[in-house]
């Protein structure tokens, strides 16, 4: 079936520490891999994105890794920012389907 | 590039009544458009997805005749919440994509839409 499993749902770390969400898919047609960031009240933001034929991916503080025998890929920020707090979501593109399916959500505060 | 406006950005309706939401991407053509409904705290939950021209495909649990939805040109699609009542209160969000363009796995979401239903 379609599904996306997100973890951990909610994750507190300390300013400048790093931090790191998990999501597994289900769908192995699945190739393409975005993670969106949304704050409250307002529309998610796409931060990374990693298509199927890549590995990693890394933009500045951001970094995406895909394991796709796995099915398998995670986000990784460091030298976490206050202004990084908010709620992270992962998604899968299902190729049948031709939708997204988002993963569960997870809130990261980052502690002053 | 690739903005998605979406409006009204809050509504307030009373039980029984419909509400449109109107949703358009301001400077690419939209080949495909998505609705998807938010509960607080929860994740966003697919409800249609609508091509150009063509009928809106829903997903398993959404009543096609409460969310009507209508994708006429390739900037503009409307939801509209026929007969209202609370338990439809929620955050609406449109997004949309350009499948002919080199971005075409890329959904663009708009600003979304709180509905309270009294």
Known sequence: GENVEQHPSTLSVQEGDS????CTYSDSASNYFPWYKQELGKRPQLI????SNV????????????????????????????EDSAVYFCAAFI?????????????????? | GAVVSQHPSWVICKSGTSVKIECRSLDFQAT???????????????????NEGSKATYEQGVEKDKFLINHASL??????????????SSFYICSARDWTSGRRYEQYFGPGTRLTVT
Do not use: C
């Open chain 1, 95 to 112: 190729q049948g389907a031709q939708k997204l399916v988002f993963g569960q959500g997870t809130r990261l505060t980052i502690n002053p």
């Open chain 2, 75 to 88: 900037t503009l699609s409307t939801l509209t919440v026929t007969s209202a009542h609370p338990e439809d």
């Open chain 1, 55 to 82: 590995g990693e991916k890394k933009d500045q503080r951001i970094a995406v890794t895909l394991n796709k025998t796995a099915k398998h890929f995670s986000l990784h920020i460091t030298e976490t920012q206050p």
């Open chain 1, 48 to 51: 990374i994105d990693i298509r």
């Open chain 2, 32 to 50: 495909t458009m998505f609705w998807y409904r938010q509960f607080p705290k929860q994740s966003l939950m697919l409800m249609a997805t609508s």
């Open chain 1, 19 to 22: 931090a790191v969400i998990k």
